[in-house]
């Protein structure tokens, strides 16, 4: 599985070098984080929905981060476009999975 994170917006002001896309290559993590992402996809039903999933979680502020997702496997596709607040993100398994790929695209908490 590929996973692609970019910032369309990286908040109040744009900085380049945080809106470079991370690309996670699931089949090159350790076999538990590998397979918590396939948990995690599934259990989100991402590859169920049709279209790109756009989430407007609750509680929004202009100026907050903005993030797309891109899920490919086994020729399938989908694109996740979430904003920050991400902990007010109502469906759990989808703030589960966009949680733990922000965790891993960007390990040093800088997001």
């Known amino acids: 599985m590929r996973i692609t994170v970019s910032k369309p917006s990286t908040g109040p002001a744009f900085f380049p070098k945080l809106a470079r896309p991370v690309v996670i290559d699931t089949d090159q993590a350790q076999n538990d984080i590998s397979e918590t992402f396939r948990k995690l996809v599934e259990r989100a039903k ?34 996740i476009r979430v904003r920050e607040p991400i902990a007010l993100i109502e469906d ?14 960007y390990p040093s908490g800088v997001k």
């Open 92 to 105: 759990e398994p989808l703030r589960e999975l966009i949680q733990y790929v922000l965790q891993h695209a």
């Open 46 to 79: 991402v590859f169920d929905q049709p279209g790109p999933i756009d989430i407007q979680s609750s509680g929004q502020l202009r100026d907050f981060k903005e993030y797309e997702i891109v899920v490919e496997e086994a020729g399938k596709r989908q694109i």
